[in-house]
C-alpha cells in the first residue's frame, strides 16, 4: 500500500474515541487525524466542515515541517506548535504503516504542556491502533 493513499485499515471509530479523549483537555476544540495527502480518517469537533479544512491544510504544514527539518539537517520531523493570541495548534505525526498526523486546536484556556502531554498520549496509542 503506498504510504500516501487513505488507510483502509485504520479502524475508524476506535481512532474516533481516541480523539475524544484530547477533547476533555480544557480549551481543545477541534482534534483530526488525517493522512499525509490532507484526507481526513477521524476527528472529534464541534465545528462542522472544519476537520476537513484542518486536514487539508495540516498535510501542508506536516509537509513543510518535514522539509524545513530536512534543510536544516536534523531528524524526521515530529511536531509543530502554531500560537496566536486566541489558542493553539498542534500538528504532530503519528508513527504507523501509514503516513499520518494529527492537528489539535485549542483556544486561549489551553495549558501548552497539558497539551503537548495529552496529545503524545493519544499518537501513542493511535500508532498501537494502527499497527495492530
Known sequence: MNAVTRPSRVPRELAR????TLGEVVGVKTVVLF??????VAS?????????RIAAIGS???A????????AGLADFDC?????VNGTIVITRVEGPHAMSLAVVADEA??????LWAVRRCCTALAKLMNE
Do not use: N, R, W, Y
Open 35 to 40: 493522512t499525509a495527502d490532507g484526507f481526513e
Open 60 to 62: 501542508s504544514l506536516s
Open 110 to 115: 489551553v495549558t501548552l504542556g497539558q497539551l
Open 80 to 84: 509543530t506548535t502554531i500560537q496566536s
Open 44 to 52: 472529534h469537533s464541534a465545528e462542522v466542515g472544519a476537520p476537513a
Open 64 to 71: 513543510l515541517g518535514s522539509a524545513i527539518s530536512a534543510e
Open 17 to 20: 474515541k481516541l480523539l475524544e
